[in-house]
Every structure is written in structure tokens, then in C-alpha cells.
């Protein structure tokens, strides 16, 4: 099996304001605890120079998406399913390296604490890894940059727009529709490992609450999701 590159892919376009400090100081968590990761920053003039000379197939989709976080979104598989390596969000913190969780591996998604049960599984976008040209990147990309999920006037909602086309619940829907062989090959990391607070929890750390269940919920974390979701509070 070939094994994920160790290459690190944090993006920030920079079309609205410059890096914040916060998000700064937590991606320079990821270079301390994986020395030996090649680390690459996308800005957005980096991120259209690749996608005209790798993929000028899908540059007018990549346009047309009404917003700019459908961008965002589609870049990362894009990047993931030419180069490979791992890609993760700026709100995100590395507590210590996962080589060990990701032996094996070809393929990784982080799931969600909020959302897990026996029969229903989310995970999100905000933390994979991948090898170049694994299949069901390749099967996010084909979706993603189809012209069918272009936003029309039935999606009023931005945040319902981008989980169902570019985010979220489309990568749910493409799992779900695969065969369990093929499911075999995609690993769904614990939400224990990589995203030990929920959305709830995660904004009592922003805003400085300390209590015992929240330092329990560090016991076994890789890595922890912050959840800031600006995005979704931006009106573009």
C-alpha cells in the first residue's frame, strides 16, 4: 500500500484580511510536531496557478461557485487528490503527532463527537489525509466540480448550500454510496483522537471555560477542532 506523503496543506486565500494571529500561532502547531512533514501554505494566487496548469477542466466550475468557501472547500481535494498528504484547517491544534493512527492508512476523514451513533456517521473536511489519486478522492473531485451542484435559487441558506455541495454531507452521501469494499479503504479516524469536543464544548474553550470534563475530553486527542466557522459568519 502507498503510503500518505508527509506533506502538511494548511490554506488561507487572503482576499479579506490577512492571517489572524490565532490561527497563526495554531498552524505553527503542526510544524512542531511534524518536523519531518514538508509544510505548504496556499494563498489565493497559489491556489489559481495550480488549478489552471493542473486542472483547467474545472477553473469555470472552481468560478462559478456563488461562494467563496465552496472554493475553499474544492481546492482542498483538488490538492489532496494531485499531491496528496494531509490537509487541515486553521482552527484546528496539533497536541501530538498521529503517525501511529495513520499506519496503514491510504485514505482519512476526522469525525465528528456532535454527530455519532451506530447508524449514522458524520465526519467533515476540516482534517484528511490522503495518497495521490486514491479513488474516492477522485470520486469527490468528479462531484464537486460537476456543474449540477452549482447553488441555484433553492438554496437559500448558505451554510445548508455549502455542506450539500462542496462540504460536509456531500462527502457523507459519496461514502454512503459506496460498496463496503470499499468503504473498507477510508479510515474515519475517532472523534476521540481528533475532534474530542463537540461544537458546544469547543466554544467554552474559546471563550476561557475551565472545568474538569473538558480537560477529560483531552485524555486520548491527537488533535483538536476549534470550530470557529467563520465562514459561515460572513455575509460575501
Known sequence: MNEIPKIIHQIWS?????????????????????????YEFWDNERINQFIKEHYPQYWYVY??????????????YLILEKIGGMYVDFDYESIQPM?????????CFAMEKDFISSYFRI?????????????FMQRIVRYVFSKTVLVDDNYSLKKTAVFNTTGPYALIRLYDSLTEKEK????????EYVSPFSGYEAEEVRIGVERQGLEDCLEKAYAVHYYYSEWAKNNE
Request: a negative charge.
Open 99 to 107: 503517525d501511529d493512527l495513520l499506519k496503514g492508512h491510504s485514505c
Open 14 to 38: 487572503g482576499i479579506s484580511e490577512p492571517l489572524p494571529e490565532k490561527f497563526r500561532i495554531l498552524g505553527e502547531t503542526w510544524k512542531r510536531d511534524y518536523p519531518d512533514w514538508q
Open 184 to 191: 473498507d479503504d477510508i479510515y474515519l479516524i475517532p472523534a
Open 123 to 135: 465526519f467533515n473536511n476540516a482534517l484528511m489525509l490522503s495518497i495521490p489519486t486514491h479513488p
Open 63 to 76: 468560478c462559478k461557485f456563488p461562494f467563496n468557501v465552496q472554493r475553499w472547500d474544492a481546492i482542498r
